[in-house]
């Protein structure tokens, strides 16, 4: 059909592909005529998951079309590698099904609809090669089905059918003209692949693959991925009627059912299955009657409602790879979107852009930028960055520091005086200069009441008071809070474990779950009145459900993300080259791994919500996984002992990231509570000889440490990194006499070891920034992962009194998950030969880059 380069539009400084026709085709009319065909059918359609036709031209005798540059790879190419998660095939099958509907709304029929015709890009599926579709006002071109047995068909040519074999409708095959109804039934054989991994229908050769779409059913899809809703086989099933009278009528139709079944995560039986063409019929009917009843009311409200308010508009803004999916926020004047994001090789950013432009910004200096809020005036961004409270310039400029973050920061909030208050975990909330300083504590942690933390503040219009959450353990005194810079003690307003914004004139918007609500609050009497109501469902969600992904301007545009309440992910075995070796278990939601000591075993955090999640043990060996918790609490941060016969892990059962469990990795006994404190502590590694297991340690009112807790006795605790920095992820060396572990004390996290058990000296042991160090089991090597999720080594060396260590070196990038849940924090372990690495990985095609809806005028939903 052509030939596709990648080009450079030097006039609007963009990437393009250039589809070029070449002479030998050229000079064939029809062919000639269909390539024109292709620029007019596509330069019809406009659509987010449709390649976009930039320009037609003619130079020297030779025509060509600019496009799209995509960058991903076809579905064709992601199906080699297996099925698609099935929220993955669900919304991929809603973007196809959305960009088929706009085509045939405009009379264009795709006929050639399979997965090397579909992109898998950032911003999601992209529907490719309208080569061969026609309009309907144009001739039937049709042909006999015996013509196809003489070789492939994946082009029109002349005396061949239109279209792929393995992908054609039935009435394609007979030679009938097709419709849109055509493309619904190679969309549901694409569905089908993609949960399944395998083809609608096969045959040994193109006579039996004829037969078998003309003839035979494919097998169920419960046969081959048991975890497939029933409601989805359903719609499959509803797709691929032989007859296009049976098939769903139109692409909407398959739209709106799938998003169903996404909104849902149906799993309860599929409904009783009537005639298609009496369903039809029926649901034809009930649409006009709806139709008529809502024209109907339309012309009365015209007549008798008052003028009306700018109505609601919604769109969406594709954006990078983001990985918390809270990160973002909107400037106050609603004209600019500040969010977090990351290219594959480098850390995270802050990009800026603009509503009423297509350009994103990356802001330069805000490497590892978290959290971002805007300043009153909609001209600076706040936010937090290695260890430092900063900000940065819309316009431009390198970021200015404010002050240093002692604690985890927990959201920020900008009056009009140029006062900052932001929040700290676990601790108070402080107040800072704009301008600089330091800061100073502007509210108090009450530990008697259970409290752990204030965060997510947010100011209110007089610029004293401000909206903030209390993280606590106990339930009556969780919840959203109104505070003041002029002390005096905060009022309570609603028990949701929720970040709280608000709008002027009079609404307080928060969260409970996933859903967004709205409820009329009073900022000068600070009282909230009325019901809340639901404004948006599925949100995203982080920091263990209190933060969600949603912003909102005081000029009445809403920000949000959707997405799953996590994302699932793989644990995979690489060598040192990064050579992939196989995958342990099934996909999930693992938050944490760690081997066993004769690495036959892994111990697993698989997060569920609502209760948490448990503790898993994935038997390598005997390919079995055996739940070994069963508490509805978070049970995370799995913890060998050295030989392996206990593990200790962190659990909120009693309110609050406050105990310590110890249970035998056999499943025999219960969990036995061995640290309980008022505050968020985990296990990090046991010594070598069982004696102690350091733990990170979270004090009020100070950075997390890194404590001991002694099994001799009664059990006590000690500090053993206690420090104004936070101190975390401790490990020991294998021969006990040494501690690495993760410090901010340079204003970046870095990797240091000091000598255990006295406290004299330290050294450090990454250069460009460390986390999340391993040991190797001989002791001569030191493993971390880099900024950018590089796994690095460095060779160490030790004698009585010195420890002393290379020059870090990069062995190969991985995907590890490592994310805002406690539990994330281990996400990957070394074999005891030091020669292979469990990743727990985020797959290459997970769902981190869903785009930010855009909401105009939202209140006007709250109106109706």
Known sequence: ????????????????????????????????????????????LNHPHICVLHDVGQDNGTDFLVMEHLQGETLASRLDKGPLPIDLALRTGIEIADALDKAHRQGIVHRDLKPANVMMTKSGAKLLDFGIAKLRVEPVESADASQAM?????????????????????EQLEGNDADARTDIFALGTMLYEMVTGKHAFDGSSQVSLMAAILEHEPRPLAQLQPRTPPALEHIIQGCL????????????????????????AAGGPAAPRTSNRRRHVAWLIGAAVAVLVAGAVLVAMRYLRAPESPAQTRFVIAVPDMPNPTNLAISPDGRYIAFVARSAASPSVLYVRSLDSLDVRELPGTEGATRAFWSPDSQSIGFAAVGKLKRIEVSGGRPQNICDLAQAFAGGTWSTDGVIVFGAFPGSLKRVLASGGVPTDVTTVDPQ??????????????????????????????????????????AQLLRAASMPLYVSPGVLLFHRDRTLYAQSFDAQRLALSGEAVRVVDGLAISDQGTR????????????????????????????????????????????????????????????????????WILDQDRGTNTRLTFHPSHNLVPTWSRDGKLLAFASDRDGGLASIYRKASSGAGEDELIVKTRSATFPEDWSPD????????????????????????????????????????????????WVAYTSNASGRNEIYVRPYPQNSGKWQI?????????????????????????????????????????IPRVLFRSRAMVGDHLGNVYAYDVSADAQRFLINERPADANVNVPITVVLNWTEALTR
Do not use: C
């Open 1 to 44: 059909m052509g030939e596709v380069y990648k080009a450079r539009d030097t006039r609007l400084e963009r990437t393009v592909a250039i589809k070029v026709l070449p002479p030998h085709v050229a000079s064939d009319s029809e062919l000639r005529q269909r390539f024109e065909r292709e620029a007019r059918t596509i330069a019809a």
């Open 150 to 170: 003489t070789g492939s068909v994946p082009l029109t040519g002349k005396g061949t059918l239109l279209g792929t074999l393995q992908y054609m409708a039935p």
């Open 241 to 264: 009627a032989k007859s296009p009278d049976d098939r769903w009528q139109t692409a909407h139709d398959v739209m709106k059912q799938l998003k169903w079944i996404e909104g849902r």
């Open 449 to 490: 009441r259970g409290e752990v933390s204030h965060i997510w503040p947010f100011f209110l219009p007089d610029g004293r008071h401000f909206l903030f959450q209390v993280a606590s353990n106990q339930a009556d005194s969780q919840g959203i809070y109104a505070g003041s810079l002029d002390s005096g003690k905060p």
């Open 548 to 615: 969600a992904a949603f912003a909102v301007s005081n000029s009445g545009t809403l920000l949000y993300r959707t997405g799953a309440a996590g994302i699932q992910t793989q644990l995979i075995w690489y060598d040192r080259s990064g050579k992939s070796l196989g995958l342990i278990g099934a996909p999930a939601e693992y938050r944490g791994i760690a081997l066993s000591p004769d690495d036959k075993r892994v111990a697993v955090h698989i997060h569920q919500e609502p209760t948490g999640g448990d503790i």
């Open 690 to 737: 069982q004696q102690a297991l350091t733990m990170g340690h979270a004090t009020p009112g100070r950075a997390m440490g890194i404590w001991l807790w002694s099994t001799s006795g009664e059990g006590k605790e000690t500090p053993l990194v206690d420090t104004e920095f936070a101190d975390i992820l401790s490990k020991f060396s294998p021969d006990g006499r």
């Open 766 to 806: 990454s250069n460009q920034g460390g986390n999340f160090v391993r040991w190797s089991r001989n002791g001569k090597e030191l493993f971390y992962l880099a900024e950018d999720g590089s796994v690095m080594v460095v060779d160490v060396r030790s004698d009585d009194d010195a420890f002393s260590a290379g």
